[in-house]
Nanobody
Framework: VQLQAFGGGLVQAGGSLRLSCAASERTESTYCMGWFRQAPGKEREFVASIIENGGSTHYAGSVEGRFAISRDNVKNTVYLQMDSLNPEDTAVYYC?????????????????????WGKGTQVTVSS
């Protein structure tokens, strides 16, 4: 499975961006899809996840209420709508796919549960 991410860029604080991640196929390993991010000098951290039917989502506390994750199973694509961006959101964002059965599961097991990673896309928020 290949994951291809789109949508990064430069935006001013308070602005919005929408990231997309297209999976080359749908398998058990794409049951849960989500996003992680890594800021300069920091460890990669969980951002958001969603299970296949979209019925369950999970967010990191730092983005809850500002970011929204969704998926289109016809297009094998997951989206991350990011609103009210602030400079602390500046990072490389990575799409991830996993066979974990709950959205929270991707946050709990983090990298250990990830079957596939997409190449990162840079998000830069200027103050």
């Amino acid at each position: 499975v290949q994951l291809q991410a789109f949508g990064g860029g430069l935006v001013q604080a308070g602005g919005s961006l929408r990231l997309s991640c297209a999976a080359s196929e749908r398998t058990e390993s794409t049951y849960c899809m989500g996003w992680f991010r890594q800021a300069p000098g920091k460890e990669r951290e969980f951002v958001a996840s969603i299970i296949e039917n979209g019925g369950s989502t999970h967010y990191a506390g730092s983005v809850e209420g500002r970011f929204a994750i969704s998926r289109d199973n016809v297009k094998n694509t997951v989206y991350l709508q990011m609103d009210s961006l602030n400079p602390e959101d500046t990072a490389v964002y990575y799409c991830a796919a996993s066979s974990v059965r709950t959205a929270r599961g991707m946050d709990i097991v983090k990298d250990f549960a990830i079957a596939y990673w997409g190449k990162g896309t840079q998000v830069t928020v200027s103050s």
